[in-house]
């Protein structure tokens, strides 16, 4: 994909990119703005209620929960990334974001992004070793196996990242600093590079698709050994508790995965941009907001644990 038809563009150093964001009056901007902040308002709450409740209940520091924890912390980051730029755009006239800003958002946004896709799969895995193999769970899941295997999920998204980042920001872009979009993706400023984009497109199909389908596969693995042990069990109560606990899961991946696909490893998937807008809405703030919702309202230790803390504030 190469923007050479017009011809009045030319290649110079860009110092600044304008958000063009969503289309739309006045009237519409200011709706956006109201939905958009009363979601994020949500998603914060949520995912920051989810890290206090953990941290501060001992029933709940167990590696599950630690990972818990982790996914609300990533929820919270790669939303935060975003949306207080594009709720002040919204109410702007100007949209700018710096050259800088711009990487800067992009690289964070994408680690956070890969390192949730993996923590994902670690999470799955977790429940196998917890359900499969009960007996070798506490060692084999034990403090400082699950720092480093959190540890190994960072590194793995800092490096796509870094990788992501320096090929998109190598590319000369042309005079045109328009980015169709409401924060610095990967898809829309492609659409600005003033170079053939083959190879870049390739390096994204390629790393993304390896990602989604290397971590979905050991999630499937996963959950496939689970659901053979849950089955095997006599007791339909035990059986009901861990369906419940991997649903709320599956449901998660299911979700950020479906999403993902359909943005970055399914060229053409998107038929507009304004689609993709959209489809950008949903993985960047609904879901960050549905996750802490979806494990709390499933999930009879983490509704215990709020009564817990509930009760404790009334009593002081």
């Known amino acids: 994909m190469s923007p050479y038809g017009n011809g009045n563009l030319s290649v110079m150093p860009l ?4 958000l063009d964001g969503f289309a739309g009056g006045p009237q519409t901007q200011a709706l956006l703005f109201a939905l958009f902040l009363a979601l994020y308002m949500v998603d914060v709450l949520g995912n920051l209620t989810m890290i206090v409740l953990i941290t501060l209940d001992a029933r709940l520091h167990s590696p599950m929960y630690f990972f818990l924890k982790n996914l609300s912390f990533l929820d919270l980051c790669y939303s935060s990334v975003i949306y207080p730029k594009a709720l002040f755009d919204l ?6 974001i710096t ?9 964070f946004f994408s680690t956070m992004i890969t390192t949730e896709g993996f923590l994902l799969a670690v999470m799955a895995y977790d429940r196998f070793v917890a359900i499969c193999s009960p007996l070798r769970y506490p060692i084999s899941m034990r403090p400082s196996v699950c720092a480093r295997l959190m540890l190994g999920c960072y590194c793995v998204g800092s490096f796509n990242s870094i990788l992501q980042t320096s090929f998109t920001f190598s590319l000369p872009f042309c005079s045109s600093n328009h980015i169709d979009h409401f924060h610095c993706d990967m898809l829309p400023l492609l659409k600005l590079a003033c170079a053939d984009t083959t190879t870049n497109e390739l390096v994204m199909f390629v790393i993304c698709g390896l990602i989604i389908v290397g971590t ?7 959950y496939g050994y689970i659901t053979v042990t849950i089955l095997k069990m006599r007791s339909g109560g035990g059986r009901h508790k861990l369906f419940s606990t991997c649903g709320s899961h599956m449901t998660v991946v299911s979700l950020c995965y479906g999403t993902l696909f359909v943005i970055y490893a399914q060229p053409g998937a998107v038929q507009s941009m304004e689609q993709g807008k959209v489809v950008s809405v949903f993985y960047t703030l609904v879901i960050p907001m549905l996750n802490p919702l979806i494990y709390s309202l499933r999930n009879k230790e983490v509704k215990d644990a709020l009564w817990r803390l509930g009760q404790k504030h009334t009593a002081t």
Request: glycine share 4%.
């Open 99 to 107: 050259f800088a800003g711009c990487v800067t958002q992009f690289f």
């Open 91 to 96: 109410m702007s006239s100007t949209k700018v």
């Open 216 to 222: 979905i596969l050991v999630i499937l693995i996963s």
């Open 15 to 18: 110092q600044e990119f304008v």
